[in-house]
Every structure is written in C-alpha cells, then in structure tokens.
C-alpha cells in the first residue's frame, strides 16, 4: 500500500511541477543550511574527542586583571605544586607553544614551525597515540636527551607527502639536530596548530635552572586527566585551595592586586570556547531559515489542498477513511521532503569547505568538521519532521459529512476560515522571523562600518612589512644587529622606498610579551596591580615608516647605541596612565618583577622617556589600546627577533618580491614569514567579523526573498479564490482603485503584524549578540528602523502584484466563470 501511495504521489506531483519545484527549492534551501551548520556544530563542539576518555582531559587557565592577562600561563614550580598537591588530578603534562626555524639536515630550506615543547608523559596525559614511530617519554626529559620530535599527521601529511620513511630522519631546528622518531594520531591540539612536538632540551632556556625554578616565570601551558571518580567541580575546589596555599606562602610573586586566578575547565569546551557564541548565533539563523521556509511549504500545501478538496471530497464520500488519506498526503510529502533534502545535501557538501575555513579563525577542532552519519542522522530526522508537519497540519474530510457539497456540484472550494487563519498565520510568522533575521545581520553589519571607522592609529600610505627571525643561539646580539642593518641598508636602496625600520613587532600587531612596569617617584595606590607594558623594540627608522606619529618628545637616533644612556619612548595610553595632565618627556620608567632575572634584564635599570607615540590599536580594531614601552633595537636583547617595516611611494605589495630577493641575498638561512601589507593586516583583523556579517546577512536575504513569495502567494491565492466576490462588487460599483486598496489592505494588516512581532522578538534575540557586537548596542534604534522600513518595502512590493491583479479583474467576466 506504501509503494502505490508513493507510485500515485510520484504521479500526482509530475503533473503539478510548479507547485513541486517550489517546494523542493524552499526545502533544499532550509535543509541545507541546517546541514552544513549543524556539520560545523557539530565538529567544534559536539563531537567527542580522539583523546582516549577525552572528557576526563581538563585543562587549567591561569589569569590576572587588565588587557593580555586572560592567560598568562604557569611556571613550572606553580605547575609541580598541583602536580604533587592535587589527588583529583591522575597526570599532569606540560607543553609551550614556541615558533622556531627548521632546516633540512645540510642547512637548507629554512622554514618556521609552530612546535609544542612538551614533557615525556605529553602522550599519555592526553590520550594520544602515534601512527608511526613512537611517542615522546620519561626519558626525553631534562637538560641531557637529544632533541626528539613527533610530527603531527596534518604537518606529516601537508610537508613530508605522508612518508612513512620520515622516521629516523635528521633535521635542524634552531641549529641543532634532532631525530623525527614519531607521527601523532589525528587530533587538535590548543591554544592552537602545532607543527610537532619536541622535548623541552630544544630549548637551553626551558631545561636551565631559572625556568625550572623560577616561580614568577610563568610560560608554559598545563594539561591535566581526572582521577577515575572525580569530578570537574571537586577538582576546582582542590585545585583552589592549593592556590589559595601556595599564594599565602609566596607572597612576593603574586601581586595582591593583580587578582590571580586559576581556572579548571574541561577540554573539550576550551577547544570550542571562542566559537560558541559565533556557531550559536549560525545556528539560530539557519533554524530561522528553516522555520520560514516550513511556514512557506506549509502555506503552499494549504493552497495546494485548497484546489483538491474537490478530490478528497469525493474519495471521503466512496468511504475512504482518514487513515487511507493521511498516509497518501504522507507519501507526497516524504517525496518532497526527500527531494528537498538531497538538494540541501548538495548544497551543504559544497559549503562545508568554506565554513571550515571559518571555523578555523576560532577553533583548532575545525579539521574535524565533515558531513558524517550523525550529521546525516540530522538531515534525515528533519526531512522526517518537515515530512510530519506538512501531513498532519492540513483536516482532512471525513467519510459522508461532505457528501452534501460534492451532491450540489461545488466544483470549487475557496477553504475554510481555520485553513485561511492558518496561512495568514504562517505569513505572519514569516515576516516576523525575516524581522529577527535582518536585525541580526544589520547589527553585525553595522559593527563592520564602525570597526572600518577605527583609526588605527597609523598614518596613511603603501607600507609594507616581513618578519625574518633569527636562528637562536648562532649569533650574538651585536652580530645579529649589524645583520638587520645589513639588510635595512640594502633595502632603502631598493627604487621607490621612502622609508625602512627595523622593529620586533609589526605595526597592528601584538607581541603578547609583557612585562611589570614602574614609574620614578610613583607609588601604587591601595589595591592598585603592578602595570605591565608590552616590551618593543625598534630602531631610528621604525616610527617614520611604520606610520606611528610622534605626540611629544624626539624618535631614536643613531647614538642611542647600547653602550649610551636608556631611553625609550612609550605610547599616549602608558603616559596618561602614569603622568596624567603632566610632560611625560624626562621621566624614567623601569622594568620590574622577579621575572626579570629569567630573561637577562636588570632589575630597577631607570630608562629616560624621550618620546610619546600615538596609540595604536595592535590588539585589534575592536581592541583597546594596551600599555606599550619602545626600547632602541641597539639597547634591547634579540631574543624577540625581527621584522621590517618598508614604507614606500608605489603599491606596497609590488615590492615584496625585490624586498625578499635582498633579504635572501643577506641572510639565506633565514626564514621569510608573514609578508604582508599594512593593509592587509588591517583586513585579516576584522575578516572573522565580517564572515559574520556576511554569513547572518546571506540568512537575512533568504528569509525575506521566501517571505515575499509567502506574502505575494497568499494574496494571489486569496484573490484568485475571491474572483467572482471581486466581479460583484465591481459590478456594484466598487473602482479599481477601491478594489487595488482592499487586497493592499488585507497584505498590509498581515504586514504591520508581522513588523510589530518582528521587533519585539528582535529586541529579545539580539541582546545575545551583544559579544559579536563593536561600537553598535544590541537595541540600536537606527538598525531595528532601517531593517523595519526594509523588510516594509519587500512586502508592500509583494502585496503590490495580487493587488493589481484584483483591481484587473472585468466584473462580467467574473460573474459569468461563476
């Protein structure tokens, strides 16, 4: 009985091709979409992980107040402390994440690698097991081992083909040789990619005895696994009460106003947690879109059913019983649904690749986003819901109770008053969810030209800008010097550079590398947290070619060598936090904290301030201005490595290639990276939020397109169904423009309530927006009006055409096909 259901739906639906390729459109289009989001859901934050009991992993985030102190990660003696204290942690591994240079074992082909430096029982904490060769161990750790290192599969696969010959190979990394001994599984690793993993003997500085011991030198990250029984929350506790201990016992290397805290968060979500918010919100819209095209299918079956209640009519009357009927309208619908659905499959296949390119802005699980059996399980329990929805929403008739109607030769039926509430309803709907929508990507759209409106600071021009960082440890700070000068000079002589500087932060970037620091004759107020600056360097032609304008004093000049006094210039935002309304330009600053004596600085070296610099917004558009302090290139340790900064009077990108060659002629065993306009690191900073906008404004478009086929639908149905109504009162008098005004009018009632219900919902929905949001608040009054005069116009303009059709109408026409 199914399979001839289905054979006559087949049928049935041939002949009524409009009405079926509508459908199927609407469906694919709704289905689609909540495919392909529910696919990057799905892998970024539903999915388990490949970690052996990947929810029993835990990661611990330690943070102080202020910008950059979200995480400021551990020392190793803050890391033993929970290591050797907390019984609810079973293991503890450490890693930091480091960018080094590797070269193949001759000294060539130099490229840089975002590595992992991790202890020996890395693998096993995590879960993690290798595809080839072995993982790291015990014996990999402290300062004597060689250098071992485990590729991860996605670096194995893009870099070395996939050869499984790699293991054994020699290769050098930062000079030194270390052994391939290893593939990983596929799997993500946080706070982002890694390259491979090493032991921390890489390294001199991990294995030496001030990283080891020093508390206050804090820069390694911690992972940890659950002890079978316990819980996340008693292991928060556990782990509070040891630092509540540990700070109480080392009061100097805490500073009580710095608010340090430590967070114990599963795994899983830290992976996910900048995506959430953004995939929430992209799942809502394709649920929207979802919800308004079901409301459109449903109008579109009503009207559909309309016409054929003539049919169901007389099969109720030969004694069809509901059930016979029912089951038929499920069959052509699961046909649609179907259709609908393989459609939206495709659409979605071909999505996926553009939306894990999104993903990967905010989630290291995005490789692991694909359209698999429970995404598929997904599609097919929505094809399954539309399917039920469409069957079961219209009333069928029932046996003899319209048997009267069929014996009077109705060949017509315009539908009943519930049917007639019900589309209107769904039209109301449609509208009001298009509302919600459009408010949402105004929003959004709104932050883009607020962000486009930021002054970042910098003045205007082509400039362009390279990193070239040294190989650690084969040169001293003054050979490495005179290597950038090398290159500065060779540089300027290229034709049509104006300016080049030397620096070891690009312009609108951040180095995240920041340091406590103290002005002369200032003391702490009660409460008040140490300040801490970013610490950069750049040389006397840095400031004039990266566009970062002078306020006060003078820029570095040559004389400001290392064995001359300390100056720095600091910028607009660190001056008016310690000389607030007074001349910052004599004052002395100076580094301070025990970290110091871990990175080769002096404590309490007073440096003069010669210079303010504007603020730039290198943390982001959307970012304030952070604490910054310049030291001269020739006074700062290299240990930060380099870049150049070339400003020059033609199209900056032009250049890079005449930049590079001079670059590789200097220095070729240096690695080139991140070759980039000013420009273009402007764009990249904003780039997630306009994907943003440009995803929720795509959403918005669709609904109002299927919203204003719902409308126009509707009232053409409503029209053609009143014809010989209209023929009347035309043929009593009723003008054109009477008639024109009717229909506009029943359009507009459904308009202004689905605007009104539209607004209301908008202001409830986007106050969840508000952390996607920059300089435009979630109940802007200039967006909810635009979006209400926008979505207005599309329905006046879907009224428009049924109105004008009804207003055509020839009254003896109409009497007469009564």
Request: charged share 20%.
């Amino acid at each position: 009985m199914l399979l001839h259901d289905l054979r006559y739906a087949a049928r049935s639906l041939t002949r009524a091709r409009g009405f079926t390729l509508a459908v199927v459109l609407t469906l694919g289009l709704g289905i689609g979409a909540n495919t392909a989001i529910f696919s990057v859901v799905r892998g970024v934050l539903l999915k388990p992980l490949p970690h052996r009991d990947g929810d029993r992993l835990i990661y611990l985030r330690q943070s102080i107040k202020g910008p950059g102190g979200e995480n400021i990660a551990f020392s190793v003696p803050e890391i033993n402390d929970f290591r050797q204290g907390a019984k609810s942690l079973q293991g503890v591994a450490e890693y930091s994440p480091l960018t080094l240079t590797m070269l193949r074992a001759d000294g060539t082909d130099p490229v840089r690698i975002n590595v992992g430096l991790v202890t020996g029982n890395f693998f096993q904490v995590m879960g993690l097991h290798t595809i080839l060769g072995r993982q790291t161990n015990d014996a990999d750790d402290g300062p004597k081992p060689p250098p071992v290192m485990v590729l991860t599969y996605d670096y194995w696969k893009s870099h070395f083909g996939g050869d499984p010959k790699v293991i054994g190979q020699v290769v050098r990394v930062e000079g030194k040789p270390a052994t391939i001994v290893g593939v990983a599984q596929p799997a993500p690793f946080f706070p982002g990619r890694y390259d491979a993993l090493m032991n921390m003997v890489i390294s001199e500085h991990h294995v030496s005895a001030t990283m080891v011991q020093g508390r206050s030198h804090r820069m390694t990250e911690m992972i940890a696994r659950l002890a079978p029984g316990v819980s996340v929350e008693q292991a928060r506790t556990e782990v509070a009460t040891i630092r509540r201990r540990v700070q109480a016992q080392f009061v100097q290397d805490y500073d009580p106003g710095s608010g340090y805290k430590v967070d114990v968060l599963p795994f899983r979500e830290v992976l996910g947690e900048k995506a959430r918010l953004t995939l929430g919100l992209l799942m809502a819209a394709a649920v929207f879109v979802m919800i308004i095209s079901c409301a459109n299918v449903t109008n579109l079956t009503l009207m559909r059913g309309v016409r054929r209640e003539h049919e169901l009519v007389v099969r109720a009357a030969v004694g069809a019983g509901t059930a016979p009927l029912r089951r038929l309208m499920l069959a052509e619908n699961l046909l649609l649904a179907s259709a609908g659905a393989l459609l939206g499959l495709v659409l979605a296949f071909g999505g996926v690749g553009l939306l894990t390119s999104f993903a990967e802005r905010y989630s290291p699980r995005a490789d692991e986003i694909r359209i698999d059996g429970m995404v598929l399980g997904f599609t097919v329990a929505v094809t399954l819901g539309v399917a039920l929805l469409l069957s079961y929403a219209p009333r069928l008739p029932k046996e003899g109770t319209l048997g009267g109607w069929v014996a009077a030769g109705v060949s017509r039926v315009s539908g009943s008053l519930r049917k007639q509430r019900m589309q209107r309803s769904l039209v109301v709907a449609q509208i009001a969810v298009s509302v919600v929508l459009l408010a949402g990507a105004g929003l959004l759209t709104r932050t883009m030209m607020r962000l486009a409106s930021v002054d970042d600071g910098l003045k205007r021009g082509e400039v362009l800008t390279m990193e070239v960082p040294l190989i650690m440890g084969e040169r001293s700070d003054a050979d490495s010097r005179a290597l950038y000068q090398r290159i500065s000079d060779e540089v300027q002589g290229l034709p049509g550079v104006q300016a080049v500087g030397v620096g070891s932060t690009m312009p609108l970037r951040s180095t995240q590398f920041q340091l406590d620091v103290k002005a002369e004759g200032r003391a702490l107020a009660a409460g008040e947290a140490q300040p801490h600056a970013e610490l950069r360097s750049a040389d006397p032609g840095y400031f004039r070619a990266a566009g970062i304008p002078l306020v006060a004093g003078r820029d570095f000049v040559a004389t400001d060598r290392d064995s001359a006094a300390r100056v720095v210039v600091v910028n607009k935002t660190l001056a008016e936090k310690f000389w607030p309304g007074r001349d910052p330009i004599g004052q002395r600053v100076a580094w301070t904290g025990p970290v110091l004596q871990f990175i080769g600085m002096k404590e309490d070296q007073w440096m003069t301030v010669v210079g303010v610099v504007a603020d730039t917004r290198d943390g982001g558009l959307d970012a304030e201005p952070r604490n910054v302090v310049f030291q001269p290139f020739a006074q700062t340790p290299v240990f930060q490595g380099g870049g150049l900064v070339v400003r020059t009077g033609s199209v900056a990108a032009n250049l890079a290639p005449n930049v590079m060659r001079v670059v590789r002629a200097v220095a070729p065993r240096e690695p080139i990276e991140h070759v980039l306009t000013v420009g273009q690191i402007r764009e990249e900073s904003v780039a997630p939020r306009r994907l943003n906008a440009a995803l929720v404004s795509s959403f918005g478009i669709l609904a109002v397109i299927i919203a204003a086929v719902g409308i126009a639908g509707v009232l053409a149905f409503s029209v053609s169904a009143r014809t010989t109504e209209i023929g009347i009162r035309m043929s009593l008098g009723a003008t054109r423009s009477a008639v024109h005004r009717m229909v506009l009018g029943e359009g507009g009632v459904l308009l202004v309530v689905g605007l009104v219900l539209g607004v209301v919902g908008a202001l409830v929905v986007t106050r969840l927006m508000a952390g996607l949001l920059f300089g435009v608040s979630p109940y802007d009054p200039v967006t909810l009006s635009v979006v209400a005069v926008v979505m207005a116009a599309v329905g006046v303009a879907a009224c428009w055409l049924p109105a004008r059709r009804a207003a055509a109408i020839h009254p003896t026409i109409a009497i007469r096909g009564r």
